[in-house]
């Protein structure tokens, strides 16, 4: 596609369950990220992709979260036991190869509920 | 650690005024440092950018110079638009293979005819 897409763009869930959100990068894009941002702040790195591994997951806040990438393209945030603290916007953004300018996604808000 | 840290919001000025918005930044070795905008109902958008003390980024009428003796990255417009409202995040990046950000909180900028 022409941009970073995510779905859903917004997505309301019970404290408890589980939840996935979804990013297409620009295609071509090796790099990928995950931000996440609060209200009044700005984004927070969670987890960065090249190609299908996770090369830096240092951001990610805990085990209740968890990010894949298996054919090196779309890739799923999965948030397990939601909180009423993990409502937020989830960014996902792409680039080339990790050096050049990073596109983002319009974000999805989460709120649990 | 690293980190960034900007003016705090809202900015409300009147149109053709003169814009200031400060950055400050705490980091190791030599970062690169951005200006992402995120316009109304809009994803996060690069405004502009710098790699290497004194540069001068520009884009669309904003200027930042990277300062590495006061470690600011401040951006000025000079004769502000009312298209110009929107937030803008500072943000920069320690590991130039990875593209990893590290924003500021933002700062709302509201621009009235």
């Known amino acids: 596609g022409a941009g970073v897409s995510q779905t859903p763009s917004n997505k309301v869930t019970e404290k408890g369950k589980y939840v996935e959100l979804r990013c297409d990068p620009i295609?071509?894009?090796?790099?990928l990220y995950w931000y996440r941002q609060s209200l009044g702040q700005g984004p927070e790195f969670l987890i960065y992709?090249?190609?299908?591994?996770?090369?830096?997951d240092s951001g990610l806040p805990n085990d209740r979260f968890f990010a894949v990438r298996p054919e090196g393209s779309v890739s799923t945030l999965k948030i397990q036991r939601t909180e009423r603290g993990d409502s937020a916007v989830y960014l996902c953004?792409?680039?080339?190869?990790?050096?050049?300018?990073?596109?983002f996604g319009q974000g999805t808000r989460l709120t649990v509920v | 650690g690293n980190s960034v840290t900007q003016m705090e919001g809202p900015v409300t000025l009147s149109e053709e005024a003169f814009l200031t918005i400060n950055c400050t930044y705490t980091?190791?070795?030599?970062?690169?440092l951005f200006w992402y905008v995120q316009y109304p109902g809009e994803g996060l958008q690069l405004l502009l950018k710098?790699?290497?003390?004194?540069d001068k980024g520009s884009n669309k009428g904003f200027e930042a110079t990277y300062r590495k003796e006061t470690t600011s990255f401040h951006l000025e417009k000079g004769s502000v638009q009312v298209s110009d409202s929107a937030v803008y995040f500072c943000?920069?990046?320690?590991?130039?293979?990875?593209?990893?950000?590290?924003f500021g909180q933002g700062t709302t900028l509201q621009v009235k005819p």
């Open positions: 953004a792409s680039s080339l190869d990790g050096t050049g300018e990073a596109f």
């Open positions: 295609s071509g894009h090796t790099a």
């Open positions: 992709f090249q190609g299908t591994g996770a090369a830096d």
């Open positions: 980091a190791t070795g030599y970062p690169s």
């Open positions: 710098a790699t290497k003390a004194d």
């Open positions: 943000a920069l990046s320690t590991l130039s293979n990875t593209g990893k950000l590290i």
